[in-house]
């Protein structure tokens, strides 16, 4: 752990994953407050598979992947909010249908990709240690348009995840906010591959916020200290898996599950106290 510190400020690279660390915990965990909210996990799952549609479309056309995460993100959750509300399907098949489907897609645009690039790879299954100055330009973007987004129409979408019959009658197109919501959901997801991978992300997203949840009862509350905790684990994660040279996103996963699985043991215990 120490010659982690040490070496984050000797080698540009650390820095960089550090950085990534800190920009991914804001949209983690603002976002990721509604995700459990609203218990949008598995929607949350199908648009991050989808996903790898419009990374394998963007490799094919020599673009970046990061590029056609985002696009195909928001496109994934627009139809998949759209399809749930209007068509009423049911939601496991909905996110099985848009994971599968996108998974597909992308894994035949990449095996018409030209050679093997190792960088899809570290999308896949994260790699926090090769991210960029350009990836975390665009980490920062996503960052501000979430949290314009949410500062904006904080009250409509706090309505929308709390109470949907309060909002209706107040004059609130829950609908709307849903597919709002649903889209800031694809965004933060983006910012996640870099640090996690595709596969991993959805973990991310609700492990935090969920041991934080348990403690906390106000949405800001539980946004700030979803952000905070979020840091820690992402850091830590890091730090961990440096001198023994193991796989970063996984680390980072296996850190946010100790955590929510230490936060189940002292809520479940803070409960039977209180009984």
């Not at 949290?147 to 995840?161: C, M, S």
Request: with cysteine; charged share 10%; glycine share 8%.
């Amino acid at each position: 752990m120490i010659d982690f510190f040490n070496a984050v400020f000797e080698y540009q690279f650390l820095q960089y994953a550090v950085l990534g660390c800190l920009l991914a915990s804001i949209g983690c965990g603002v976002i990721g407050s509604y995700v459990v909210i609203k218990k949008l996990g598995s929607l949350a799952g199908g648009i991050a598979h989808a996903v790898l549609a419009g990374m394998g479309i963007a490799y094919f056309f020599g673009q970046s992947p990061l590029l056609g995460a985002t696009i195909m993100s928001l496109v994934s959750a627009v139809l998949i909010g759209m399809i749930n509300l209007r068509l009423k399907q049911n939601e496991d098949i909905l996110v099985a249908a848009f994971w599968s489907v996108g998974m597909a897609i992308g894994v035949l645009f990449i095996s018409k990709t030209p050679g093997y690039n190792v960088n899809l790879m570290s999308y896949l299954f994260g790699n926090i240690l090769m991210v960029s100055g350009n990836d975390l330009v665009h980490m920062l973007v996503l960052d501000v348009m979430v949290l314009i987004v949410v500062k904006v129409f904080y009250r409509q979408l706090l309505a929308a995840a709390f109470d949907e019959e309060y909002a209706r009658v107040r004059g609130v197109n829950v609908e709307t906010y849903y597919i709002l919501m649903l889209s800031m959901v694809a965004l933060t997801v983006v910012l996640l591959i870099q640090i996690v991978g595709l596969i991993m992300v959805i973990a991310l997203l609700v492990l935090p916020t969920a041991s934080v949840s348990l403690f906390v009862g106000s949405l800001p509350k539980i946004m700030f200290y979803s952000v905070i905790l979020c840091a820690l684990v992402t850091i830590s994660g890091l730090a961990l898996s440096f001198q023994p040279d193991l796989p970063s996103g996984a680390m980072i996963i296996l850190v946010a599950g100790i955590v929510y699985s230490l936060s189940l043991l002292i809520y479940s215990r803070q409960k039977g106290k209180l009984r």
